[in-house]
Every structure is written in C-alpha cells, then in structure tokens.
C-alpha cells in the first residue's frame, strides 16, 4: 500500500509560480509510476503529467506543456510539479498518483493510489 500526501498549493497571480510536492509513505516508490492530475469545480478530473520510475520519461498533457514540469527524487521518495506561467484556467485541486508498473498513462482510472490533493488557485 502507498500512501501520499501533496502539499505547496496556495493562491498566486496570474504569471507566476508553485511548486507542488507528494511525500510517499508504505512503500518505497522506485517501482512506481507517479502522476499529477487536477479537479476545476464541476469539471472531471484531468491528467496533468507523469513520469517514469526511473525519472528518464515523461508526458505532460497539451494545456501543460512547457510550462509545468514533473521530478521526482527517489532518496526522499517524492515528486514535484513545477508549475510556471500560472494561469487563471490551472485552478483546480491537484492530486498525485501512484502505479505500478512502466507505462505512463494518462486515465484516471489506470491509477489505484491517490493522495488527498492541494488546492491552488491562480488569480487574474
């Protein structure tokens, strides 16, 4: 069992930054595939990005690309979300995600450890 828990959200101006963190516990998560999804109010959850057990992979989802970026540091058994060039439209609760396994998929559903999720809010 994996247990994780986000933290870094908060509330920032349109244009700038956060970085997001998810502390896993239970297990060590070498083995795992980690991914970020959020949550707009009304709006289903979305895939953000992922990343590779090993770091070496990642897939970012379209409205993300080039301005977020997934890391993970195996030592302290966390991933991070960099986000840059914040938007009013990246509002949502993030929440990390745990797989087992080598594929980096994007479905919510392909994703059986989930953490509680950190609000960010990006104002206009």
């Known amino acids: 069992q994996v247990q994780l828990v986000e933290s870094g959200g908060g509330l920032v101006q349109a244009g700038g930054s956060l970085r997001l963190s998810c502390a896993a516990s239970?297990?060590?998560?070498?083995?795992?595939?980690m991914g970020w999804f959020r949550q707009a109010p009304g709006k289903e959850r979305e895939f953000v990005a992922a990343?590779?057990?090993?770091?070496?992979?990642?897939y970012y989802a379209d409205s993300v690309k080039g301005r977020f970026t997934i890391s993970r540091d195996s030592a302290k058994n966390t991933v991070y979300l960099q986000m840059n060039s914040l938007k009013p439209e990246d509002t949502a609760v993030y929440y990390c995600?745990?797989?087992?396994?080598?594929?980096?998929?994007?479905?919510?559903?392909?994703?059986?450890?989930w953490g509680q999720g950190t609000q960010v809010t990006v104002s206009s």
């Open positions: 239970g297990r060590t998560i070498g083995n795992y595939v």
């Open positions: 995600a745990a797989r087992l396994g080598s594929y980096l998929y994007a479905s919510v559903n392909e994703y059986p450890y």
């Open positions: 990343i590779s057990w090993s770091g070496s992979s990642t």
